[in-house]
């Protein structure tokens, strides 16, 4: 899984609990990003981060909050965890090797993290 | 509108046998795709990637076939094995131009590869 850890690997949360992912790289890439996967849907992107302290929204990016304070680690929070936010979360991370500054390149994933809300 | 969708949502395939998987996009700004594979309870595992300015490129036991007139792609798996049992799913990667920040990958949905003995 191209040096990317997550954890937990499995979580069972109530509604109303704030939750707090954790994303590892130990490739020194900049990007880093979260996703979620759901039935029906093809990975939707949360929130993602070019760099420490720098990140941005996704396109599903209600209810969640990102923290990067460190190259290696990016978090992913639900302030107050949903039914609607059961699903498999992903970390990729990528560098930027097409140049211009993209801000998208190829992905590596982790092994995810499968979040359920009761 | 910006789509990456797949024809077949489960493609059924003799042991030994070449797969076909195909990916339609059509965003013409689009100028570079990967093909990932995903095995149950795992995260998606990069494959084979493409830019644009080619229209196939070769692994081992994959190539991927670009076509930019019809924008369309696929996934050829040469001598499928039962370890190719999986789900996979093109991605598009838009690019609007150097100095806008609006590029962004869409993942399609993804097809699944069942290898029959």
């Known amino acids: 899984d191209a040096g990317i850890t997550q954890s937990p690997r499995h979580k069972v949360t109530e509604t109303g609990t704030p939750v707090t992912l954790r994303c590892h790289q130990t490739e020194n890439h900049r990007y880093m990003y979260w996703y979620r996967q759901d039935p029906g849907h093809g990975l939707r992107l949360i929130h993602y981060?070019?760099?420490?302290?720098?990140?941005d929204k996704g396109e599903v990016s209600d209810g969640y909050s990102v923290s990067r304070s460190k190259t290696e680690d990016f978090l992913l929070t639900l302030e107050s965890a949903t039914s609607s936010q059961t699903s498999v979360y992903f970390c990729a991370i990528s560098e930027s090797t097409l140049g211009d500054s993209r801000t998208t390149d190829t992905q590596y994933f982790g092994p995810g993290t499968r979040l359920t809300v009761l | 509108g910006e789509n990456v969708g797949l024809h077949l949502p489960t493609l059924s395939v003799q042991e030994g046998d070449n797969s076909i998987i195909n990916c339609a996009y059509s965003?013409?700004?689009?100028?570079?795709f990967i093909w990932y594979k995903q095995e149950s309870g795992k995260g998606p595992q990069f494959i084979i990637d493409?830019?644009?300015?080619?229209d196939k490129r070769q692994g081992q036991r994959v190539t991927v076939l670009l076509n930019k007139t019809v924008k369309h792609l696929s996934l050829q798996i040469a001598a499928t094995q039962p370890g190719d049992s999986a789900v996979y799913f093109c991605?598009?990667?838009?690019?609007?131009?150097?100095?806008?920040?609006?590029?962004?990958?869409?993942f399609g949905k993804g097809t699944r590869l069942h290898i029959l003995p």
């Open positions: 493409i830019r644009s300015n080619m």
């Open positions: 981060s070019y760099g420490v302290k720098d990140t």
């Open positions: 965003n013409s700004a689009s100028d570079y």
């Open positions: 991605a598009e990667n838009i690019w609007p131009g150097k100095g806008n920040r609006d590029d962004k990958i869409i």
